[in-house]
């Protein structure tokens, strides 16, 4: 599976911003579909996941309330709904793939996941 994450971009603070994952070459559907991000000088953290054939959601405390997952398996295709911005929520924003489900409330990590789009940068300002 390739994916191409798309959608980055500057926002005020407090304002909203759709990323979208675009995923080709295989069977998205059968897929479980995640964000994580990387701000500067750290390390790549967990967003939020939904696993496939069932869409159980997972998602960071940090986003909780304000990220929506969602996907279109007809398109191949993965969005993030980002609302209420915060300047803490400036990073890379990568989705990845993987054929593994989780249980609500587990928090996969980063090698969970073989599959990785090239990442799209979220920048807000205060």
């Known amino acids: 599976v390739q994916l191409q994450a798309f959608g980055g971009g500057l926002v005020q603070a407090g304002g909203s911003l759709t990323l979208s994952c675009a995923a080709s070459?295989?069977?998205?559907?059968?897929?479980?579909a995640a964000w994580f991000r990387q701000a500067p000088g750290k390390e790549r953290e967990f967003v939020i996941v939904?696993?496939?054939?069932?869409?159980?959601?997972s998602f960071a405390d940090s986003v909780k309330g304000r990220f929506i997952i969602s996907r279109d398996n007809a398109k191949n295709t993965v969005h993030l709904q980002m609302n209420s911005l915060k300047p803490e929520d400036t990073a890379v924003y990568y989705c990845?793939?993987?054929?593994?489900?989780?249980?609500?409330?587990?928090?996969?990590?980063?090698?969970?996941?073989?599959?990785w789009g090239q990442g799209t940068q979220v920048t807000v300002s205060s």
């Open positions: 990845a793939a993987t054929r593994r489900r989780f249980s609500t409330g587990l928090i996969p990590n980063q090698d969970d996941f073989g599959y």
């Open positions: 939904q696993s496939w054939g069932g869409g159980v959601t």
């Open positions: 070459g295989g069977r998205f559907s059968l897929h479980t």
